[in-house]
């Protein structure tokens, strides 16, 4: 099983940015797609960003394109959110995923990280 461990959260200003961590535990952890999501107070969980194993490939949820940055580095099995010009509306619990596909789905990850808060303040 997949352990994953997230970090990097806290208390930032409007137009601030912050960088999300998560650890993986897994020595196979380049053949995992990995993905974020998060979930506001009162909302439903949804996509933020994914990222394929070699990290070739990315997406993004259209309400963070080009302020969101997901990357990977495979040699420390450690995936990144990169967030700039972060918004209130981006404050919620975020939490990484591993799975096997390339899908935005939540429904499709198997391994799941505990979260980590992020407030944005104005």
């Known amino acids: 099983q997949v352990q994953l461990v997230e970090s990097g959260g806290g208390l930032v200003q409007a137009g601030g940015s912050l960088r999300l961590s998560c650890a993986a535990s897994?020595?196979?952890?380049?053949?995992?797609?990995m993905a974020w999501f998060r979930q506001a107070p009162g909302k439903e969980r949804e996509f933020v960003a994914i990222i394929s194993g070699r990290g070739s490939n990315t997406r993004y949820a259209d309400s963070v394109k080009g302020r969101f940055s997901i990357s990977r580095d495979n040699a420390k099995n450690t995936l990144f959110l990169q967030m700039s010009g972060l918004k209130p509306e981006d404050m919620a619990n975020y939490y990484c995923?591993?799975?096997?596909?390339?899908?935005?789905?939540?429904?499709?990850?198997?391994?799941w990280g505990q979260g980590t808060q992020v407030i944005v303040s104005s």
């Open positions: 995923a591993a799975g096997g596909i390339f899908r935005t789905s939540e429904k499709e990850y198997d391994y």
């Open positions: 897994t020595r196979a952890f380049n053949t995992y797609t």
